[in-house]
């Protein structure tokens, strides 16, 4: 059975930084997009970054040179560094994993608040 685990949400201040992590078990890993969702209060879900192998990241407009997505195969995690944090970031963050376009399977979501 697939599991994606999500770690790294937090509080933290306007303009700070934080890295989210998510581990995937079996095998799927190495024939996976990796994405990564955010949901705020009230909004629809919404695309914040997305990695295939050997592709170049696609990035929502609203995090563009702030936020960075990367994987490390040998691990089978995909991170995503989020840097000048606004309190419009705030959200819970979801790890994605695309099969071929057809399966998807995600993670249970990690809450980040950026507030003063």
């Known amino acids: 059975q697939v599991q994606l685990v999500e770690s790294g949400g937090d509080l933290v201040q306007p303009g700070g930084s934080l890295r989210l992590s998510c581990t995937a078990s079996?095998?799927?890993?190495?024939?996976?997009?990796m994405r990564w969702y955010r949901q705020a209060p009230g909004q629809q879900r919404e695309l914040v970054a997305s990695?295939?192998?050997?592709?170049?990241?696609i990035y929502a407009d609203s995090v563009k040179g702030r936020f960075t997505i990367s994987r490390d195969n040998a691990k089978n995690t995909v991170y995503l560094q989020m840097n000048s944090l606004k309190p419009e970031d705030t959200a819970v963050y979801y790890c994605?994993?695309?099969?071929?376009?057809?399966?998807?399977?995600w993670g249970q979501g990690t809450q980040v608040t950026v507030s003063s």
């Open positions: 994605n994993a695309n099969i071929f376009g057809i399966t998807n399977y």
């Open positions: 990695i295939i192998i050997g592709g170049s990241p």
């Open positions: 079996g095998s799927i890993f190495e024939r996976a997009t």
